[in-house]
């Protein structure tokens, strides 16, 4: 489903990504691991299309992200939905408006006003549904901002969930939350991926959570992929490997 | 310790440069401006005409001071009170008709909505689609500058030769094109400085650029936005108090004719009744800037979670809507009540009224040879006659007076910052207080608030107007007048600096010791420096162009030569002063900018 071959990525003198292959088929849970400046986030963004690639192809179902038209690309933008860091929420929507903006590529600019501005019943009680998937339909009618992190954190879930993507990509979703809730967000993130069938691609910080929640393990380091292969066929020696600073 | 180690602090940095030539260009308009007390005019005696004036202060009055007023004539308070609700009238016409055309064009002039690096393609295509946006951009930046640059003093003169001034709707109009760029400007300012990420990600989840500014930079932009907009509400009243200097009937009218009759209780009450009225619309602005900016506290959860029901208990600020349906109430009775808008008294028709007066606006020497190398001499000739010098003043009188309001602002400021001066500064619990002390320090705060409210809150040109009626005409009050409102603006808005800023420090140097001024001096004015030196550059752009119309109180800056030329139908000449303080505000629009921008990468 995700094909990467060769894969370069250079901002300016500084490599992001060194030249790898890289397969994931769908439905499949991946964690990127790795030390901060492995490539994980820069991956990431290659596969959501924010960034293309210095030299050597991504093919997502298919087909060649390089050829596409602009047409094909918006079209295929719509199937990968992706969670960054910062969450990108509009601090001043409500959380249902957040949401609904996670399906604004299928929609002109006219449904994305009246979405904005007077949303369908039908809408809302979809967007209800899926707030009860993630704990929190109180919140529907919240301004975002009034949220705590875990809880703009599951709203960011939501809104990629609302997408009906086929990827789901996320840039490290729990590195701001307290243990349990990371453990309760990670949860539901991977219960409703298996539930709705999605491939979930998430970079983690935290190699516990990794190991627990992910079946399979890519560990990267300077932009290369260092090992990938089945959660328990590491042991803790490979990853002590992975976090060892090559000037120590 | 090694010998190449050197314990002096480096000489320059950009902030002593600022500083050394804050004090040198201050001096230098002060030694250029001079202290001449000759300028006097024999005849006044400066200290008895204040103390008249001031004394009226506090014995304002509800009645005519007039006691030959013929019987049936209009009463004083209903006079007043018609006068201000022409000045609301028109700041409220004027307001509908610059926020949208702003809005139009701050939307041409900003560049968020184009193409970003995630979507385009670098096709031939994308190449002249991305030039045509840029000449766009580049034309409607040169329009908003051009319609801030001419103030609506200027305006107001300019349709008066032109359409005839006795239309509530030429006033209005006047005052709306300086207001539409100066909307423009700071509305595509404001959308441009909004966080990148959330349009990103709608352009990655395969919306377009016209849905991602539609549905996060927007959304996002608009607390501040009408926030703004709030603000430039309270100065059109101002400005439109002022339009009464030309004939319009508003406050200003009644406060000029009361003072020309020497009637300073009337005066008096004029002035009491504009300062509430701008004060209730200070106030008004700054609970709805804080309820924009702030989510409202969230309700019990339903017991049932339905749609109905959770609408139902949605947390929402009950304050807004009133205020937003109070104000487009304001808007429909300010079109559809009081005097006709339309009116128009003349034997000629607008339309001959306007080709004569462009007919007029063409160089004398042109109009009689129709050739247009005739020009250059004649304005030559006007430049060094007395275009040189009117534009000098401008620029000194502004520079000037800034330097002056930003001396005393300096001075006050910390004590006008509400997490300061309090008896419990950056919410410190202090040793025990008596409650004189608490008090104390609450008045202290209170004062200093209130003495800059009422220092914005009086347009600088009525302030000028004033203080010539005492000091005589020449260039001093107009320093003062303009030095006196400014102090007003800058020190409310370092004043919001110091309160939002973090005062971590602050609090630091409290507890272990230090005085609020030191914590303030010490924590606060570092690390907001720069953001202080943006308003000052701010300020002194619009100070330019405020100083080029206070010489229409027959002072020799560029505002003096526009309005004897246009008194005395000379409108060739007048254009050319108008456009000199056009080319004076684009440099300096120009100057200022490149100097904030500099900060701002600080």
């Excluded at chain 1, 020696?237 to 600073?245: A, H, I, P, R, V």
């Excluded at chain 2, 104390?440 to 003495?451: A, C, D, E, K, P």
């Excluded at chain 2, 119309?549 to 003096?560: A, P």
Aim: glycine fraction near 6%; charged fraction near 15%.
């Amino acid at each position: 489903m995700i094909q990467l071959n060769n894969a370069h990525l250079h901002f300016g003198s500084t490599t992001a990504l060194n030249g790898f292959d890289l397969s994931i088929q769908k439905g499949e849970q991946v964690a990127l691991i790795g030390p901060s400046g492995s490539g994980k986030s820069s991956l990431l963004k290659v596969l959501a299309t924010e960034h293309a690639l210095t030299s050597g192809s991504l093919a997502i179902d298919s087909s060649p992200i390089a050829s596409l038209s602009s047409k094909s690309l918006q079209q295929l933008r719509c199937k990968v939905g992706y969670i960054p860091q910062d969450l990108a929420l509009v601090p001043n929507l409500k959380v249902s408006q957040n949401i609904l903006l996670g399906r604004v590529g299928q929609q002109s600019l006219g449904s994305t006003l009246k979405n904005l501005l007077i949303p369908a019943k039908l809408r809302l009680a979809e967007v209800l549904q899926l707030l009860e998937e993630v704990g929190i339909p109180e919140k529907l009618f919240h301004r975002t901002d009034s949220l705590s992190g875990g809880q703009q954190q599951r709203v960011a879930i939501a809104r990629a969930i609302y997408q009906e993507a086929a990827i789901l990509l996320a840039d490290e979703p729990v590195s701001a939350v307290d243990p349990s809730r990371a453990h309760s967000l990670l949860d539901c993130l991977t219960d409703l991926s298996r539930r709705h069938e999605l491939t979930l691609i998430c970079s983690m910080h935290n190699l516990e959570y990794a190991k627990k929640f992910f079946p399979r393990l890519i560990g990267m380091r300077d932009g290369k992929i260092i090992f990938d292969g089945a959660t328990e066929s590491f042991s803790d020696k490979d990853f002590s490997e992975l976090y060892t600073l090559i000037n120590a | 310790m090694p010998k190449s180690v050197t314990l002096r602090a480096p000489l320059w940095s950009w902030r002593r440069l600022c500083i050394y030539s804050f004090f040198l260009i201050l001096g230098v308009c002060l030694y250029t401006l001079g202290l001449d007390f000759n300028q006097l005019p024999e005849s006044s005696d400066p200290v008895a005409a204040a103390k008249d004036f001031f004394s009226a202060a506090l014995s304002p009055t509800l009645t005519d001071q007039n006691p030959s007023l013929p019987v049936g004539s209009e009463p004083f308070i209903q006079r007043i009170s018609t006068g201000l609700l022409n000045t609301l009238r028109y700041a409220f016409i004027a307001m509908s008709m610059a926020v949208p055309a702003g809005l139009l064009l701050g939307f041409l002039a900003s560049r968020s909505w184009w193409p970003k690096a995630v979507t385009s393609r670098k096709s031939a295509l994308a190449l002249i689609s991305r030039s045509g946006l840029r000449a766009l951009y580049l034309t409607t930046r040169f329009v908003i500058t051009f319609m801030r640059s001419i103030h609506e003093l200027i305006w107001m003169l300019l349709f008066l030769a032109a359409l005839g001034g006795d239309s509530t709707i030429t006033a209005c109009v006047a005052l709306a094109i300086p207001f539409t760029g100066t909307f423009a400007k700071v509305f595509s300012e404001i959308i441009d400085e909004q966080n990148e990420q959330n349009s990103q990600h709608i352009l990655l989840a395969g919306g377009s650029n016209l849905q991602a500014f539609v549905a996060a930079r927007f959304p996002q932009a608009l607390p501040d936005l009408l926030t703004y907009t709030l603000y430039r509400l309270e100065c059109s009243i101002r400005s439109s108090a002022v339009l009464g200097f030309l004939g319009a009937e508003t406050i200003g009218l009644a406060i000029q004719q009361s003072y020309e009759n020497n009637y300073y209780n009337e005066v008096w009450t004029e002035l009491y009744f504009l300062i509430f009225t701008v004060m209730i619309f200070d106030v008004l602005g700054s609970c709805v800037r804080k309820r924009l900016n702030h989510a409202p506290l969230p309700k019990v959860a339903p017991a049932k979670l339905s749609l109905l029901s959770l609408k139902k208990n949605a947390p929402r600020w009950k304050l807004l809507p009133v205020v937003w349906i109070s104000l487009l109430s304001g808007i429909l009775i300010a079109w559809n009540f009081g005097d006709d808008l339309y009116q128009y008294y003349s034997s000629l028709s607008r339309l001959e009224r306007t080709q004569s007066f462009i007919q007029q606006l063409i160089p004398e020497p042109v109009q009689l040879s129709q050739n247009w190398r005739d020009a250059i001499p004649w304005a030559k000739d006007l430049w060094l006659t007395s275009g040189k010098e009117a534009l000098t003043n401008t620029v000194t009188l502004a520079t000037a007076a800034l330097l002056l309001a930003v001396l005393f602002g300096y001075i006050l400021v910390p004590w006008a910052s509400r997490n300061i001066t309090n008896f419990r500064p950056y919410s410190i619990d202090m040793a025990a207080h008596s409650k004189l002390r608490k008090a104390l320090w609450g008045v202290i705060g209170f004062s200093t608030r209130f003495i800059f409210l009422i220092a914005r809150s009086i347009p600088e040109y009525i302030i000028a107007f004033l203080l010539i009626g005492i000091l005589g005409a020449h260039t001093w009050p107009l320093v003062l007048a303009l030095a006196i409102h400014n102090f007003g603006i800058l020190g409310r808005l370092w004043s919001e600096i110091s309160e939002n800023h973090d005062d971590a420090v602050a609090k630091q140097q409290m507890i272990r010791g230090a005085s609020r001024l030191q914590s303030y001096v010490c924590g606060i004015l570092p690390t907001s420096f720069n953001r202080q030196l943006l308003f000052i550059f701010y300020r002194w752009e619009t100070c330019v162009r405020e100083s080029t119309i206070l010489g229409m109180l027959s002072i020799s800056s560029l505002g003096y030569y526009i309005s004897i030329e246009s008194s005395f139908l000379r409108y060739d000449r007048m254009l050319f002063f108008i456009l000199l303080g056009t080319i004076i505000i684009f440099a300096s629009d120009l100057l200022s900018a490149s100097l904030r921008k500099k900060l701002k990468r600080e």
